[in-house]
Structure formats: C-alpha cells, structure tokens
C-alpha cells in the first residue's frame, strides 16, 4: 500500500462521480485553466504523518489523512448550486466507503466558501480517511 494507491482510489472514484451536469475537474498535474463560467473541481490529497500500532517492523500501519475537492465558481452565480454539489460529493462519500486500501473514517463535510481572488470562489469538501496497511 502507499500513498499513490490511495491518490489513484480517490481520483477514480470521483472521476466515477454521477452529477448532472457533469463538472469540469481539474486534475492536478495535468489540467490548470478552470472554465470561463459555471462550476469546477479541483481535487487534492494530503496524506498525514502515519502511526505505527506494534512493535513488529513488518506490522501495520494507522494511515490518516483526507481527500479533498474543491467546488469552484464565479461571482455572480450565487452559492446554492455549488453549494447543492458540494452536498453531493458529501453524500458520495459516505462514511465507512472504501478509498482504495483505506475508509472514509468520519462523515465528510463542506466548509464555508472562500473567496480566492476577484474571480474565483471555493467551497471546500473534506473526506477524512483512515485504515490499517
């Protein structure tokens, strides 16, 4: 197991993601220039120091972090439809799912929208995970 198992589960399940109408995602290293108008992702993983649980060298591994998607939009728009997607992705990730070797280990969530400069809005959506590699 290893931290680009885990990055591949994540972008594959919210590339598998059934929203209509289906958002732009910007996939990191690959996509940067957000659309002109409408709604957007921008997907991160940060992986967290990991525990070991045993004294064994060769035992398991408490593996901690979070998923996180960035719902983009314009001023202008209003808050609701992004908003309802981040809901959306709140609810596809529902505890207890499994993200390649690790589990979502508490109920995700949105936090408030953050402005990022004139043009750009941002809502985040945390998927804390957790599991024993």
Do not use: H
Not at 28 to 56: K, Y
């Amino acid at each position: 197991m290893s931290t680009t198992d885990i990055l591949e589960a994540a972008l594959s399940a919210l590339n598998a993601f059934p929203y209509s109408p289906t958002p732009t995602i910007l996939w990191p290293g690959i996509q940067s220039s957000p659309p002109d108008e409408g709604i957007w992702l921008v997907p991160g993983l940060f992986p967290n120091e990991t525990r070991d649980i045993a004294w064994d060298n060769d035992s398991c591994v408490d593996t901690r972090g979070f998923f996180q998607i960035l719902v983009y939009y314009r001023p202008g728009q209003g808050q609701i439809e992004p908003s309802e997607l981040a809901d959306a992705l709140v609810s596809y990730f529902p505890k207890g799912s499994g993200i390649g070797p690790v589990r979502v280990r508490k109920r995700p969530w949105q936090s408030p929208a953050v402005v990022e400069d004139a043009d750009r809005i941002f809502i985040p959506v945390t998927v804390p995970y957790e599991g024993l590699t």
